[in-house]
């Protein structure tokens, strides 16, 4: 059974940059598709960025397209979702996601995750 545990949201000003980190226990994430959602008050959740294992293959939303990054550190089990310039627009709880699949599948679709972390706060102000 995979534990995913986010930490680094926070408060930050438009412009501004945070870096979300994803621990994963119970499972090796060298082998497990991830992704990042998130969602705002009154709205359903979205995906956000999502990454294939063993090739590193990424996607992203249009809407963070060339402001977010997602890598991971299999060394530290590790999944990170860096996040530069950021607009109030981007305020919601973000939360990691894992699930095992075939190498170089990228998995956008949240229903398609087996494993989800508690969500971490990310709120920009103007």
């Known amino acids: 059974q995979v534990q995913l545990v986010e930490s680094g949201g926070g408060l930050v000003q438009a412009g501004g940059s945070l870096r979300l980190a994803c621990v994963a226990s119970?499972?090796?994430?060298?082998?497990?598709?991830m992704g990042w959602f998130r969602q705002a008050p009154g709205k359903e959740r979205e995906f956000v960025a999502a990454?294939?294992?063993?090739?590193?293959?990424?996607d992203y939303a249009d809407s963070v397209k060339g402001r977010f990054t997602i890598s991971r550190d299999n060394a530290k089990n590790t999944v990170f979702l860096q996040m530069n310039s950021l607009k109030p627009e981007d305020t919601a709880v973000y939360y990691c996601?894992?699930?095992?699949?075939?190498?170089?599948?990228?998995?956008?679709?949240?229903?398609?995750?087996?494993?989800w972390g508690q969500g971490t706060q990310v709120t920009v102000s103007e």
């Open positions: 996601a894992a699930t095992f699949t075939s190498r170089r599948v990228i998995v956008v679709i949240s229903g398609q995750y087996e494993y």
């Open positions: 119970g499972g090796t994430l060298s082998t497990y598709a």
């Open positions: 990454q294939s294992w063993g090739t590193g293959r990424t």
